[in-house]
């Protein structure tokens, strides 16, 4: 039941940066305003980026395992899941500072793969159970 929950989560994951990146390079506004730059992605791309995403995924719920009886309810785990995913998504946007791309850009990136480890979050929650009297 575990690796249906970490596959579906991966899946979603994955599918929310995909539509992401594809709302990003056909909306003009977006391209124009911060100069983005049109890159083609093999199949190869998208099955490492899977893969990567699965990685990470797998690797929180090691995590939100070892730390399951402080994570009885499900507002818990999610807020615990969606919290790490968040400082993942400001260290992948470590460069802002010093990056050529504008800061706004940095900061709406890293609202979507907050909001994006919020549904993520919400998946393992459900797949994810503590088993001591009590929880829920």
Request: with cysteine; charged share 10%.
């Amino acid at each position: 039941m575990v690796f249906i929950g970490v596959l579906l989560a991966a899946l979603c994951n994955f599918a929310l940066g995909i539509l992401g990146y594809t709302i990003a390079f056909k909306s003009t506004f977006l391209v124009d305003t911060f100069q983005l730059i049109n890159v083609e992605l093999t199949t190869t791309d998208y099955f490492f980026s899977f893969s990567l995403k699965l990685l990470v995924i797998v690797a929180l719920t090691w995590i939100l395992n070892k730390v399951m009886p402080l994570l009885d309810k499900p507002r818990k785990r999610v807020l615990f899941i969606y919290l790490l995913g968040t400082i993942f998504s400001f260290y992948n946007q470590i460069d802002i500072f010093w990056s050529s791309l504008d800061i706004t850009w940095s900061i709406l990136l890293v609202g979507a793969e907050s909001f994006n480890w919020l549904l993520t979050g919400f998946i393992l929650s459900r797949f994810i159970k503590p088993k001591h009297l009590g929880a829920l």
